[in-house]
Every structure is written in structure tokens, then in C-alpha cells.
């Protein structure tokens, strides 16, 4: 089966550094995305990985290994207003999206 | 503001009722999806739209139907709705077919189905 695994809950102090991670296992892969939803909102689009390594945009950058299913989110200089879920989607060989059950990020001053 | 707008916010149904949440978008995005959304479950697709005039089941289609009559309309059906029923709904929509392009979601409605 197919299967999108993102810890439940993370804690991370305002100012610091966070990484969400999210490893795969699907029919194959045609690209990974991370949305950022608050509570009671519509998720947003943050990023998008199809190749390896390092996309940056501004604080927020997203990590991509293909040969090992894993992608992390990686969250600096973290402020309140990042207190969200953070929903990790994988598109498969039939561009189906495939959804993680997401990572509840809670930031404390 | 272009996006997706949905209707209603929330509603309380009583099982058995027929409902339909209605979804309409100004993108001119050709591709549009409805989505359940439980507690501690990924998003779960229930049918989704390529193009205007086609539609096409997903994970989980039963007890809903959709239509696609134009470009910018993608209402979804509860014939006669069961309280396993109850969730978020959000609809969505993305420039190209299925997965190929970021999802621009609604503001979701919230169905209590007692």
C-alpha cells in the first residue's frame, strides 16, 4: 500500500530552527509537496520537490531524497505565526496525491 | 479576490437528508477536487475533475456524487447522508490534471450529519 508517514506533533521554542520530516512508500513518484494549514483554515501551498537536494524559499526550505523516501521542511528563525500543521503530499506514477496525516508544530515564546 | 469560494461554512444535517456543498472558483483552473478531512487522517480524496464535462472517482466516492457542468462550478451531492459523514470538506483546484500543479483550497465546510 501507500504510505505518507510525518510525526504527529512537534514543540519548537520563537527564534529557533525546526525540521519536519516525512518519509514515503509509493507506486511510484512524481514529485513531493508540503502545504502549511492553520487551525480552522485551508492548508496553502509552501513547496514543491521533484529533483534531490535543497530547495530554499525565504524561511522556510524543503529537502528531497528520492533513493531514500524521505523529505524534510526545515523552519527558521521560527515565529508565532508558524504555529500550524504541516501536510506532506506525494504524487504517484498515476499523479494521484498521496496525503501524511500532517505535523502539528506548536511554537512557545 | 480570485480563489475558491464554498457554501455554506458549516451546516448540521440530520442522517438520511440530501445535501449538496456547493464550490465555485474565478482561476479558470481546468482541474478540481473535493476532499474530506478528518482528525489524524491525511486529506482523503472523494471525486475529482480534469476538465469541464468529465469526472472521476477517488479514495473514497461512496455515498457522494459530483457534477461538472462548467469551468468554474464543482458541487458535491450527500444523497442521503450517515453520521461517518461528518467532516471538513474541502474543495480544490489546480491549473493542470490531477497532482500536476499546487491545490488552491477553499475555506472548507464543516458538515455535522446527526
Known amino acids: 500500500g501507500q504510505n505518507i508517514d510525518q510525526p504527529t506533533e512537534m514543540t519548537a521554542t520563537e527564534g529557533a530552527i525546526v525540521q519536519i520530516n516525512c518519509t514515503y512508500q509509493?507506486?511510484?513518484?512524481?514529485?513531493l509537496f508540503w502545504y502549511q494549514q492553520h487551525a480552522g483554515e485551508a492548508p496553502t501551498f509552501l513547496s514543491y520537490?521533484?529533483l534531490d537536494g535543497l530547495e530554499e524559499k525565504g524561511r522556510f526550505s524543503s529537502f528531497l531524497s528520492r533513493s531514500k523516501g524521505y523529505s524534510y521542511l526545515l523552519l527558521k528563525e521560527l515565529q508565532m505565526k508558524d504555529s500550524a500543521s504541516y501536510l506532506c503530499?506525494?504524487?504517484?506514477?498515476?499523479?494521484?496525491?498521496?496525503w501524511g496525516a500532517g505535523t502539528k508544530l506548536i511554537i512557545k515564546p | 479576490i480570485a480563489g475558491i469560494t464554498q457554501a455554506p461554512t458549516s451546516q448540521i444535517l440530520a442522517a438520511g437528508r440530501r445535501m449538496t456543498l456547493r464550490c465555485t472558483q474565478d482561476?479558470?483552473?481546468?482541474?478540481m477536487y473535493w476532499y474530506r478531512q478528518d482528525l489524524g487522517l491525511g486529506l482523503r480524496l472523494i471525486h475529482y475533475?480534469?476538465?469541464?464535462?468529465?469526472?472521476g472517482k477517488g479514495e473514497v466516492p461512496d455515498g457522494y456524487s459530483v457534477s461538472r457542468a462548467n469551468t468554474d462550478d464543482f458541487p458535491l451531492t450527500l444523497a442521503s447522508a450517515v453520521p461517518s459523514q461528518t467532516s471538513v470538506y474541502f474543495c480544490?483546484?489546480?491549473?493542470?490534471?490531477?497532482?500536476?500543479?499546487?491545490?488552491?483550497f477553499g475555506n472548507g465546510t464543516r458538515l455535522t450529519v446527526t
Open positions: 480544490a483546484s489546480s491549473e493542470g490534471g490531477q497532482g500536476a500543479s499546487p491545490l488552491h
Open positions: 482561476m479558470r483552473h481546468n482541474a
Open positions: 475533475s480534469n476538465t469541464a464535462g468529465t469526472t
Open positions: 509509493t507506486s511510484g513518484f512524481n514529485g
Open positions: 520537490n521533484v
Open positions: 503530499a506525494v504524487e504517484d506514477s498515476n499523479y494521484q496525491l498521496i
